[in-house]
Every structure is written in C-alpha cells, then in structure tokens.
C-alpha cells in the first residue's frame, strides 16, 4: 500500500495560491517590463511567479524565501530546469530573518510571514527601492461574514482577519503605497486551487480505501472541502494589488 500523501504539498498546483496563469503570466510581464535587477518573493512558496518574472527580465536575480523546505527544494529544482539556478536563490527560514531590499518586491497569501496586513505594508514599504513594485496579495471579505459562516470556516476565523477590498487597498496606501492596479482572484481561481490542493489525497484515496490512514485522511478532506464549499466561498475574496 502506498503511504499517504503529506497534506497541501500543492503537487496538482502551478501556485500554492488562487492564481491563474494567465493572470500570473500577464502581472510577471507587467513587472518584469520595468527591467528590475532585483526581485525579493518573501513566502514564494516554490517561487513560480518569481520564476516566470526572471524569465522576462534577462537582467534579474531573485531571491524567494519559504520556511517551508519542501517548496524551497522544488523551487530550485524548477530554476534549474529552466536554466534559471544562476540567477535565482531559494532561502529555507522564515521570512523576517531574510529580508534584503529589492526593485519588485512580492508577497502573495503570505503577510502573516511578517504581522498583520498593516505591519507587513509597512515592513515591504521599507524593502523597496525607490521607483520599485510591490504585488501585494491578500485576502479580503466579499461581504461581511455572519457569525454563522464564520463557524463554518477554519477554527478560531473571525470578522477581523479580513478588511473588505476597499479597506485592504486604503491599508496600502496608509503604509506609503499607490494603488496601480486593483484585481481580484475568480471564482474559477478559487476552483483550481482548492480542487487542485485536495487531488493528491482524493486520488490516493480512491486507490487506498483500505489503508489504515484513510478514515483520517477522508475526514480531513471532508473538513477542508466543507470549509471551503459551506464556509468562504464567494464570501472570501483574494485580490492582487500592485503597489507602486
Ligand atoms: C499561501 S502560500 C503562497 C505561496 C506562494 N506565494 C504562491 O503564491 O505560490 C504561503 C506561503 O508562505 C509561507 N510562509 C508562511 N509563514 C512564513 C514565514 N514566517 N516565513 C517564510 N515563509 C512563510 C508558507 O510556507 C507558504 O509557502
């Protein structure tokens, strides 16, 4: 019997995020346009977005880092494959212990890595160059969330995790920012990535019924899909600001 997959290693993802290729390719081409020489990913996760930035600006190097040694280690395999391990560094550790400044900074779900969504603005701000990018992306409430879909989500979420969109882009601008461009993850978005992080163990499942981790992997995934069916879908949102 095969073991079980480790939970949200994001194998079925091109992004540990709800982020379109076609949306990633056309804001790694935005940034790349203004010839960075620097490119800063704090949370990269495997560092795809920052990868497919590198690749459009020829004279590029980036740094990612993840406290998550897995993503850092496919990370820098995927530099290698496209022949972008000269350019690109992948930092295990958490974040606030690597911080260097840099042309385009990203952080993409990843603000807790360095506080609230305030103190995080506040600390990239300080990272960037003069003239430089920030992609910021965060998740914000569609609608205000009644106290009974917030029980139907991850134990412990409250109202103010989250601001609405508005509120997330005036955060921006209280911590020195303009906004450049504002847009948001769709639900098709959504679809991917959460259809895409449960597939590792839905299609183990199906080939192990019978192993002994199933009834714990089965009931993980029935929480994890409820969460996202009966608790944030379409009440979550996830937005993209590129901050100037
Ligand atoms: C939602 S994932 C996003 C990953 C990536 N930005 C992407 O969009 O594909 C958040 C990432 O932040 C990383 N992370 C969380 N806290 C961190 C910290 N304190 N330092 C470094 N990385 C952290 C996690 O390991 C995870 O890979």
Redesign the pocket.
């Known amino acids: 019997m095969a073991d079980a997959p480790r939970p949200g290693t994001?194998r079925h993802?091109?992004?540990?995020?709800p982020?379109s290729g076609e949306r990633a390719d056309r804001l790694a081409a935005d940034l790349a346009r203004r010839r960075p020489g620097t490119v800063l990913?704090?949370?990269?996760?495997?560092?795809?977005?920052l990868l497919r930035i590198l690749a459009l600006a020829p004279g590029a190097r980036g740094t990612g880092?993840?406290?998550?040694e897995h993503?850092v280690t496919r990370g820098r395999a995927n530099a290698a494959e496209r022949g972008l391990a000269e350019r690109a560094t992948f930092v295990h550790?958490?974040?606030?212990?690597?911080l260097s400044s840099a042309d385009v900074v990203?952080?993409?779900?990843?603000y807790?890595?360095?506080g609230s969504i305030t103190e995080a603005l506040r600390e990239l701000r300080a990272l960037l160059h003069p003239g430089g990018r920030l992609l910021f992306?965060a998740e914000f409430w569609e609608q205000p969330p009644t106290a009974a879909r917030l029980a139907l989500m991850w134990p412990g979420m409250t109202a103010d995790d989250c601001t609405d969109l508005a509120g997330l882009v005036d955060a921006a601008i209280a911590a020195g920012f303009r906004p450049l461009r504002i847009e948001t993850a769709t639900r098709g978005e959504w679809e991917e990535f959460e259809s895409g992080l449960a597939a590792d163990r839905e299609e183990w499942l199906i080939g192990n019924p019978d192993h002994p981790e199933a009834a714990e992997i089965r009931a993980a995934l029935d929480s994890q899909r409820s969460i996202w069916l009966r608790g944030h879908r379409d009440l979550m949102g996830f937005a993209y600001l590129t901050l100037g």
Do not use: N, Q, R, T
């Not at 550790?93 to 690597?98: C, V």
């Open positions: 994001g993802l091109a992004f540990m995020s982020l990913d704090l949370g990269c996760g495997w560092g795809e977005l880092v993840d406290e998550h993503d550790g958490p974040a606030k212990e690597h990203i952080s993409v779900g990843a807790h890595a360095l992306a």
